[in-house]
């Protein structure tokens, strides 16, 4: 599955008119939520038959597709099949009760296969439920017509901060070649440096959140001046909202490049199998590993790794850093320590360098318990 995103062009009555349907949308998920917290033993099917009570109640809500509104209801029960899984596992600390949905900002409905119209160009998109939205002129397309419309299993409005967007989810399998480099890279990601690997190569942090606070601290106290309810707050609030979308997406940009590049010069990629849920905690680091998106980063190795067949391994952390890439004696250290000396073998060497080359030893390792007669990797 690939979801192709562009932007939609239209007037302000359509702009109205898919405000509408976003909004139906919160409610029928809301409300879904709502009927199974005042009933016992609710399952999913249970929510779909609701969204049709839901229509016959509100006639407002009858113009949203049939299939949006079953689509809103999915997205509740995957809140509720989440929060129960985690009560399951007794998963430690909060379990993640779904909660409801009441804030302006992101808003998204969700069509399947019907409500939704391409052009023959592919180049706009006009929807055709109750709300009458009309048709849009898309920006920022990739090649649609490469592929048919029966592949396209989900269209997806979503509004942000500058505007409104189309997603489209196509059923297809994403496979590219990748020629053997012979070269297996373990990888230490951290603070002062985005990331250092096994061959001591460094990729500096770009800390963007840490850059644009100042900005965004000057935009913040701008919105907190203005009279609630007013619009010129939801004027300052949106263009907050515009500068914290301009710092997410730079930060995604820089981490979906940099996965790409490592996979594609590794024929095995070995990382630490990090609970940043757990570190975050840390209320002194919190904001700067918010910042470097180490979960991101690690999402999206994982997922070129799949497309190009490299193997991406996750390794426990512990004692990464304190053990010696020469001869594994454990020298204890402290997070202020950065530099590894070895008090057996008189090893120095980078402390994050010493913990990629851990990294990799444990991911090999892990391969040789795990191969049964012969150790390959074949990508």
Same mark, same amino acid.
């Given at each position: 599955?690939?979801?192709?995103?562009?932007?939609?062009?239209?007037?302000?009555?359509?702009?109205?008119?898919?405000?509408?349907?976003?909004?139906?949308?919160?409610?029928? $998920?809301?409300?879904?939520?709502?009927?199974?917290?005042?009933? @016992?033993?609710?399952?999913?099917?249970?929510?779909?038959?609701?969204?049709?009570?839901?229509?016959?109640?509100?006639?407002?809500?009858?113009?949203?597709?049939?299939?949006?509104?079953?689509?809103?209801?999915?997205?509740?029960?995957?809140?509720? /099949?989440?929060?129960?899984?985690?009560?399951?596992? +007794?998963?430690?600390?909060?379990?993640?009760?779904?909660?409801?949905?009441?804030?302006? @900002?992101?808003?998204?409905?969700?069509?399947?296969?019907?409500?939704? &119209?391409?052009?023959?160009?592919?180049?706009?998109?006009?929807?055709?439920?109750?709300?009458?939205?009309?048709?849009?002129?898309?920006?920022?397309?990739?090649?649609?017509?490469?592929?048919?419309?029966?592949?396209?299993?989900?269209?997806?409005?979503?509004?942000?901060?500058?505007?409104?967007?189309?997603?489209?989810?196509?059923?297809?399998?994403?496979?590219?070649?990748?020629?053997? *480099?012979?070269?297996?890279?373990?990888?230490?990601?951290?603070?002062?440096?985005?990331?250092?690997?096994?061959?001591?190569? @460094?990729?500096?942090?770009?800390?963007?959140?840490?850059?644009?606070?100042?900005?965004?601290? &000057?935009? +913040?106290?701008?919105?907190?001046?203005?009279?609630?309810?007013?619009?010129?707050?939801?004027?300052?609030?949106?263009?907050?909202?515009?500068?914290?979308?301009?710092?997410?997406?730079? $930060?995604?940009?820089?981490?979906?490049?940099?996965?790409?590049?490592?996979?594609?010069?590794?024929?095995?990629? /070995?990382?630490?199998?990090?609970?940043?849920?757990?570190?975050?905690?840390?209320?002194?680091?919190?904001?700067?590993?918010?910042?470097?998106?180490?979960?991101?980063?690690?999402?999206?190795?994982?997922?070129?790794?799949?497309?190009?067949?490299?193997?991406?391994?996750?390794?426990?952390?512990?004692? *990464?850093?304190?053990?010696?890439?020469?001869?594994?004696?454990?020298?204890?250290?402290?997070?202020?320590?950065?530099?590894?000396?070895?008090?057996?073998?008189?090893?120095? @060497?980078?402390?994050?360098?010493?913990?990629?080359?851990?990294?990799?030893?444990?991911?090999?390792?892990?391969?040789?318990?795990?191969?049964?007669?012969?150790?390959?990797?074949?990508?």
């Amino acid at each position: 599955m690939i979801v192709f995103e562009a932007k939609l062009q239209g007037t302000d009555g359509q702009y109205q008119a898919l405000d509408e349907a976003l909004r139906t949308a919160r409610f029928v $998920r809301n409300s879904c939520l709502r009927y199974w917290m005042d009933n @016992q033993g609710i399952n999913k099917y249970d929510l779909n038959k609701y969204c049709a009570v839901l229509a016959r109640e509100f006639k407002w809500a009858d113009k949203l597709n049939s299939m949006a509104r079953q689509a809103s209801a999915e997205r509740a029960w995957s809140g509720i /099949a989440r929060f129960s899984d985690n009560c399951k596992k +007794q998963v430690p600390g909060k379990k993640g009760f779904p909660r409801f949905k009441k804030h302006q @900002q992101n808003l998204s409905v969700e069509y399947k296969t019907s409500g939704w &119209k391409l052009s023959e160009d592919r180049r706009e998109i006009t929807f055709t439920d109750g709300f009458k939205a009309g048709t849009f002129r898309m920006w920022g397309t990739r090649a649609l017509h490469y592929y048919q419309v029966e592949q396209i299993k989900r269209v997806r409005v979503v509004r942000r901060a500058d505007g409104y967007y189309t997603q489209f989810c196509i059923d297809v399998e994403r496979t590219e070649t990748h020629e053997l *480099t012979g070269k297996n890279v373990g990888i230490d990601v951290g603070l002062n440096h985005f990331l250092t690997d096994s061959d001591g190569q @460094q990729i500096e942090n770009p800390r963007f959140l840490r850059k644009d606070e100042k900005a965004l601290k &000057k935009s +913040q106290r701008r919105v907190a001046r203005k009279k609630k309810g007013s619009n010129n707050r939801a004027k300052a609030r949106n263009r907050l909202g515009r500068k914290h979308l301009k710092v997410s997406r730079r $930060r995604k940009d820089f981490v979906v490049k940099t996965a790409r590049c490592v996979v594609q010069s590794s024929d095995l990629v /070995a990382i630490e199998d990090l609970k940043v849920r757990n570190m975050v905690k840390n209320h002194h680091l919190a904001k700067s590993i918010s910042d470097a998106a180490w979960s991101q980063f690690r999402e999206w190795l994982e997922y070129f790794g799949k497309v190009f067949g490299v193997p991406v391994i996750a390794v426990p952390p512990h004692f *990464t850093s304190q053990d010696c890439s020469n001869c594994g004696t454990e020298v204890k250290k402290t997070l202020s320590t950065r530099t590894h000396t070895c008090s057996r073998c008189g090893h120095i @060497q980078d402390r994050d360098w010493n913990a990629a080359i851990n990294i990799l030893k444990k991911a090999l390792q892990y391969l040789a318990k795990n191969t049964v007669g012969h150790m390959e990797i074949n990508a």
